[in-house]
């Protein structure tokens, strides 16, 4: 029935139907362009927000703080009338504030001393009044803290002002970091100041070169050989110490040692302050920078007119000595450093049988140790190579006097002595003392008789050399004094011998006294006997005697 009706409302009136549709149709267009216009604009605030959020985020996690001045929008009816004061979430932690991100600027200027806080304030109204930039550095109150405000306006592309910002940024480390390097650079000042007082301080020329043999670097004595000349001169000129003949003293000696990376050195003749004298340079190589493909060269000129003075000076007493030791009884060789023979006197000749022929010739220590021993005067080894060997080493391992005994196979017995020489080598000296040591061996015989008769007499006996200790004493002395052998062989002094015996005159008063008497009368020129009455009623007669070597001979005898 209802479909009937439509259908006959629509042949009656087709045109208001049209309409109807047309009207409908255009609604549904409007609803749905400004439903994707919404969407559209939903989506543009949806990115705009998150942006916001994201700058935000960013300033958030700047390791700055920062307090803001933000201001109302002077292009529009903004709704902010007044400025707003923001406070970001690193600043509150970096100074601690109770308020967080609520914090006014008045607690923030809290946190700095009153002066710094003053300051502080004047240069924030400077920045809000007219814009002016500043940066400082400031220490907070209550914390080791030290932090670098900078402040700044920020401006919209129309010249709109959108906030005045101060950041604060914690600089503690970099501070500390900073104080470490001036106090390390202060430290190597000094040090460099102490290497030049140093190098101007040396008493002689001291420079550096490049590895193209260019002066770079020289001491005050090195300057003081160009009289009026600049440090900038010197080196901008590349002046040269020169020698007589007006050459580089020591650029050709720099250049040998930089090629063979050796230390060189070369005596030279300098004119100087009209005066010529004589001088050791020295060209010394090293590796620059710790670089092996870097040598640089530091040399040295060294005043040793003196020394070479000194050396005519030995020369010519050397000579003198050898002429001297050429006339002596004993026998006496130099063989150089290269071990030949470069002196000899007559009485080495004879001691060893040789030609002064082939002397002359000025044979090596080898070939003379080899003539020896055809001849038998070396003394029997088991090997002769090794003997031979180690005679040869001591030319550089002996540098100090030297004396030893040679036994020979025909029953010789030679001293020698060898001193190292100034100029390199030995000096050789020979004695026969074959005669010397029969004679000490027989004295030494008479001695030992001597005193196997003293050790075998009934009477204590005891001598006293003549340095006053004791030398001898025999079994029969311990006995009488109950006297220690160890104590003895120490070689006690007369006092302390007297003092052992002080246990056999416990009864004595004045022991001092009495110590006193007797050692007067042991040492007495006058006194030969006296007696002791020891507290075992024993009386000893004291008898003391002065030998012809200047000892004293004392017996003890009871009766």
């Known amino acids: 029935m209802t479909q009937e009706l439509l259908i006959d409302m629509y042949y009656s009136a087709p045109e208001l139907w049209y309409g109807i549709v047309m009207a409908f149709t255009a609604l549904l267009a409007a609803f749905f362009y400004y439903w994707y216009n919404y969407l559209r604009l939903k989506q543009k605030n949806y990115f705009l927000n998150r942006d916001r959020e994201r700058y935000a985020e960013t300033l958030y996690a700047s390791k700055d703080g920062y307090f803001a001045f933000i201001y109302p929008d002077q292009k529009i009816d903004d709704p902010r009338k007044s400025m707003v004061e923001r406070c970001s979430r690193r600043l509150a932690v970096i100074l601690n504030l109770s308020e967080g991100t609520n914090s006014s600027f008045e607690d923030i200027l809290k946190n700095f001393y009153k002066e710094d806080a003053k300051k502080i304030q004047k240069y924030v109204n400077l920045l809000r009044e007219d814009g002016v930039s500043f940066e400082e550095e400031f220490c907070l ?12 306006r920020i401006n919209g ?64 004595k090195y300057a003081e050989f160009f009289d ?96 001297i030791m050429g006339k002596l009884g004993t026998a006496f060789a130099v063989f150089s450093q290269e071990m030949k023979l470069a002196f000899y006197n007559h009485a080495f000749a004879q001691l060893w049988g040789l030609e002064n022929s082939w002397l002359e010739q000025q044979p090596n220590y080898s070939a003379f140790m080899d003539i020896l021993r055809e001849k038998r005067m070396l003394p029997e080894v088991p090997d002769y190579i090794a003997y031979k060997n180690s005679e040869q080493q001591d030319f550089s391992t002996i540098i100090e006097t030297k004396e030893d005994m040679m036994h020979l196979p025909n029953g010789q017995t030679i001293r020698r002595v060898r001193i190292p020489h100034p100029m390199g080598g030995l000096v050789f000296a020979f004695e026969d003392v074959s005669d010397k040591l029969a004679t000490r061996r027989a004295y030494n015989s008479l001695l030992a008789i001597q005193r196997e008769s003293l050790e075998n007499l009934f009477d204590a006996v005891i001598i006293f050399g003549p340095d006053g200790r004791l030398n001898f004493y025999n079994q029969s002395y311990l006995k009488l004094w109950d006297a220690d052998g160890n104590l003895l062989d120490k070689e006690p002094s007369i006092s302390e011998l007297v003092e052992t015996q002080r246990d056999f005159f416990t009864k004595v008063e004045d022991w001092k006294s009495l110590k006193a008497d007797i050692i007067n009368h042991l040492i007495s020129f006058t006194t030969r006997t006296f007696i002791l009455n020891r507290d075992d009623k024993e009386q000893v007669e004291v008898m003391s005697r002065n030998l012809s070597d200047g000892s004293i001979m004392v017996t003890y005898k009871i009766f």
Not at 141 to 152: M, T
């Open 141 to 152: 109150k209550n914390s080791a803290k030290q932090l670098r405000l900078s402040g700044s």
């Open 228 to 323: 009026g000349k600049s440090r900038e001169d010197i080196l901008q000129n590349g002046l040269e110490i020169q020698n007589i003949n007006g050459e580089s003293i020591s650029r050709n000696l720099a250049f040998v040692a930089h090629s063979v990376n050796r230390p060189k050195k070369q005596a030279v003749t300098v004119i100087k302050n009209g005066e010529r004298k004589v001088y050791e340079a020295t060209e010394t190589p090293f590796h620059a920078e710790e670089s092996l493909d870097k040598i640089y060269t530091v040399g040295t000129l060294v005043d040793i007119s003196e020394l070479d003075e000194l050396k005519r000076n030995l020369k010519i007493h050397q000579n003198a000595h050898l002429e």
């Open 157 to 220: 592309i129309d010249g709109n002002i959108y906030c005045d910002m101060i950041w604060f940024r914690d600089i503690s480390t970099e501070a500390q970091a900073l104080s470490e390097l001036e106090t390390e650079k202060e430290v190597w000042h000094k040090q460099i100041i102490r290497l030049e007082d140093l190098l101007n301080n040396i008493p002689y020329p001291v420079w550096m070169r490049d590895d193209k043999l260019n002066l770079f670097e020289f001491n005050r």
